[in-house]
C-alpha cells in the first residue's frame, strides 16, 4: 500500500514528502526533551533525516530537510525556544555547523548514489556486452566446425569415390573382356596367360575392397572406445617377421633392413594388431620414399619397461606442423606444407587406426626427422607386459565395453 501510494504521487513529491514529514516526526519526538538534551545529539537526529533523503530522493529532497531541519533546529531546540531568535553567540555557530554539516552530507551522499549507479550501469553493459561476445563466439564456432565438417564431407567423398571407384572400374574392365572372350561372337582372344592376369587383377582388385572396407569397421570399432586385445608373450623378432610377410610385396622396390638388440625383446601383446601398426608403417614408409631407397626397421628396449620400435624411411620427410595431425582420421595432407609429401593416397585410415592400437596396448606413437638426410622415422612404443596380464584376453575400455577382433586391415598415410 505504502509503495503503491508513493508511486501514485511519484518519486520526486515522495522525496519532499519524506524531508517535511521526517524532519517533522524527529521534531516532535524530541521537542518535549530539549531541556535535557544536548544541541549535538538533536542535530545528529536531524542530520540522519538529511541524509536519507539525500541517498535515498537525491540533492534538491536533502536541500529541503537540511533548511527546514535548521529551522526546526532554530526554533525548537535553541534558546530562547519557540522563537527564531539566537541569544547565545556559540548557537549561532552550531546552527551554522548543523547546516554546512547536512548540506555537505547530503552532496556527498548524493554523489556515493550517483557513483553506485554509474558502476551498476557499467558492470550490466559490460556483462551485455560480455553476453553479445559469448553469443557471436559460439555461433563463430558453430560455423567454424560445421565449415570443418562440410570440408571433411567432400575429402571423404572424394576419397571414398577414388578408392571404390579405382578397384570396381579395374574389376569392370577384367570381367568384361573376359565376358566378350567367352561370348558365342568371340570378340576378344585370350591365352590361358593373359586370362590369368585378368582373374589376377580381380582377386587383387578384390583384397583391396575387402582392405578398405575392414579399415572404416576397424576405425569405428576403435572410436567406439574399446578394443579387446588377445595378449600373449611374443618376441619382437616374431611380429617383424609377420609385418615383413604381409609387405613383401609393398618392399620389393626397396632396401628392407632389420635391426633388433642382441637378445630379441618380449613382450605381452597382441602379437597380430602390433603386426598390423608395423605393416602400416612399411606401407607408408614405401609409398612416400623413392624406389631403390632403404626402409629401415628397429626395435630395443627402452626405459620405463617399454619396448620401442621404429621404421625409417629416406622420403622427403613430414612437415613439423603435420607430424601429429597425419594420426588424424581421414587426415590427408594439402597445401604448402604437405608439399613433401607428394599426391594424398587412400583415406588416412592407416595411422588413425595404428595409433588406436597403440595406445590400447598403452603406449604411444610420434613421428621424428629422418636420421639421414632426409626422410622420417615413426616411432611407437608398446609396455613389456607382465605375468598377472590374462593369457587369453586383456580388454582394453575407453568410454564404453565394444569388442573387436584381431584380423587383418590396410594402413594407409
Same mark, same amino acid.
Given at each position: 500500500?505504502?509503495?503503491?501510494? %508513493?508511486?501514485?504521487?511519484?518519486?520526486k %513529491?515522495?522525496?519532499?514528502?519524506f524531508?517535511?514529514s521526517g524532519?517533522a516526526?524527529?521534531?516532535?519526538?524530541l521537542?518535549?526533551f530539549?531541556?535535557?538534551?544536548?544541541?549535538t545529539?538533536v #542535530?545528529?537526529?536531524?542530520l540522519?533525516v538529511?541524509?536519507?533523503a539525500?541517498?535515498?530522493?537525491?540533492?534538491?529532497p536533502a536541500?529541503v530537510?537540511?533548511?527546514?531541519g535548521?529551522?526546526?533546529f532554530n526554533?525548537?531546540?535553541?534558546?530562547?525556544?519557540?522563537?527564531?531568535?539566537?541569544a547565545?553567540?556559540q548557537?549561532?555557530?552550531a546552527l551554522?555547523?548543523?547546516?554546512i554539516?547536512a548540506l555537505?552530507a547530503?552532496?556527498l551522499s548524493?554523489r556515493?548514489?550517483r557513483?553506485?549507479?554509474?558502476a551498476e550501469?557499467g &558492470?550490466?553493459?559490460i556483462? &551485455?556486452?560480455y553476453?553479445?561476445?559469448?553469443?557471436?563466439a559460439?555461433r563463430?564456432q !558453430?560455423?567454424?566446425v560445421?565449415e570443418q565438417?562440410?570440408?571433411l564431407?567432400?575429402?571423404?567423398?572424394?576419397a571414398?569415390t577414388?578408392? *571404390?571407384?579405382t578397384?570396381?572400374?579395374?574389376?569392370?574392365?577384367?570381367?568384361?573382356t573376359l565376358?566378350?572372350?567367352a561370348g558365342?561372337?568371340?570378340q576378344?582372344t585370350?591365352?590361358?596367360? #593373359?586370362?590369368?592376369?585378368?582373374?589376377?587383377?580381380?582377386?587383387?582388385e578384390?583384397?583391396?575392397l575387402n582392405?578398405?572396407?575392414?579399415n572404416m569397421v576397424e576405425?569405428?570399432?576403435?572410436?567406439?572406445?574399446a578394443?579387446?586385445?588377445?595378449?600373449?608373450?611374443?618376441?619382437?623378432?616374431?611380429?617383424?617377421a609377420?609385418?615383413?610377410?604381409?609387405?613383401?610385396?609393398l618392399?620389393?622396390?626397396?632396401?628392407?633392413?632389420?635391426e633388433?638388440?642382441?637378445?630379441?625383446?618380449?613382450?605381452k601383446?597382441?602379437?597380430g594388431?602390433i603386426?598390423?601398426? *608395423?605393416y602400416?608403417?612399411i606401407?607408408?614408409a614405401?609409398k612416400y620414399?623413392?624406389a631403390?631407397s632403404?626402409?629401415k626397421i628397429s626395435?630395443? &628396449?627402452?626405459?620405463?619397461?617399454m619396448?620401442?620400435? #621404429?621404421v625409417?624411411?629416406e622420403?622427403?620427410?613430414?612437415p613439423?606442423?603435420?607430424?601429429?595431425?597425419?594420426?588424424?582420421?581421414f587426415?590427408?595432407?594439402?597445401?604448402?606444407?604437405?608439399?613433401?609429401?607428394?599426391?594424398p593416397?587412400g583415406?588416412?585410415?592407416?595411422l588413425?587406426?595404428?595409433?588406436?592400437?597403440?595406445?590400447?596396448h598403452?603406449?604411444?606413437?610420434?613421428?621424428?626427422?629422418?636420421?639421414?638426410p632426409?626422410?622420417?622415422r615413426?616411432?611407437?612404443?608398446?609396455?613389456i607386459g607382465?605375468?598377472e596380464?590374462?593369457e587369453? !584376453?586383456s580388454?582394453?575400455?575407453?568410454?564404453?565395453?565394444i569388442?573387436?577382433?584381431?584380423?587383418t586391415?590396410?594402413f594407409g &598415410?
Open positions: 500500500m505504502r509503495n503503491g501510494w %508513493a508511486k501514485s504521487i511519484g518519486p %513529491a515522495s522525496g519532499y514528502l524531508a517535511v524532519i516526526v524527529v521534531t516532535v519526538v521537542a518535549p530539549h531541556e535535557r538534551l544536548s544541541s545529539t #542535530a545528529l537526529a536531524l540522519l538529511v541524509l536519507f539525500a541517498t535515498r530522493w537525491g540533492s534538491r536541500l530537510a537540511a533548511l527546514l535548521v529551522a526546526c526554533f525548537f531546540f535553541l534558546p530562547p525556544v519557540h522563537t527564531f531568535t539566537i547565545n553567540p548557537n549561532w555557530v551554522a555547523a548543523f547546516l554539516t555537505t547530503g552532496e548524493v556515493a548514489k557513483r553506485a549507479e554509474e550501469a &558492470r550490466r553493459e556483462e &551485455r556486452l553476453n553479445e561476445y559469448r553469443v557471436a559460439e563463430a !558453430q560455423a567454424e560445421f565438417s562440410e570440408r564431407k567432400s575429402a571423404l567423398l572424394d571414398v577414388h578408392d *571404390l571407384r578397384p570396381l572400374t579395374s574389376i569392370k574392365a577384367a570381367v568384361t565376358m566378350d572372350e558365342a561372337d568371340k576378344v585370350l591365352d590361358d596367360e #593373359a586370362r590369368r592376369d585378368l582373374l589376377d587383377v580381380i582377386d587383387e578384390a583384397d583391396r582392405h578398405f572396407v575392414e576405425l569405428a570399432r576403435i572410436e567406439a572406445g578394443i579387446s586385445l588377445r595378449r600373449r608373450w611374443s618376441s619382437v623378432e616374431e611380429i617383424v609377420m609385418a615383413r610377410a604381409r609387405a613383401d610385396t618392399t620389393r622396390d626397396h632396401r628392407l633392413e632389420v633388433l638388440e642382441s637378445e630379441a625383446p618380449v613382450a601383446v597382441d602379437a594388431l603386426a598390423e601398426v *608395423l602400416s608403417l606401407d607408408n614405401a620414399s623413392p631403390g632403404r626402409i626395435a630395443r &628396449r627402452a626405459e620405463d619397461e619396448i620401442l620400435i #621404429a625409417e624411411d622420403g622427403r620427410g613430414i613439423a606442423d603435420l607430424r601429429e595431425r597425419v594420426f588424424d582420421k587426415f590427408r595432407a594439402t597445401g604448402e606444407g604437405a608439399a613433401s609429401l607428394g599426391r593416397k583415406l588416412g585410415m592407416g588413425a587406426i595404428a595409433r588406436g592400437i597403440v595406445e590400447a598403452g603406449g604411444r606413437i610420434w613421428v621424428e626427422s629422418g636420421t639421414g632426409g626422410g622420417a615413426v616411432v611407437f612404443t608398446t609396455p607382465d605375468e596380464t590374462d587369453s !584376453q580388454a582394453w575400455k575407453h568410454d564404453e565395453s569388442s573387436t577382433n584381431s584380423g586391415t590396410n &598415410r
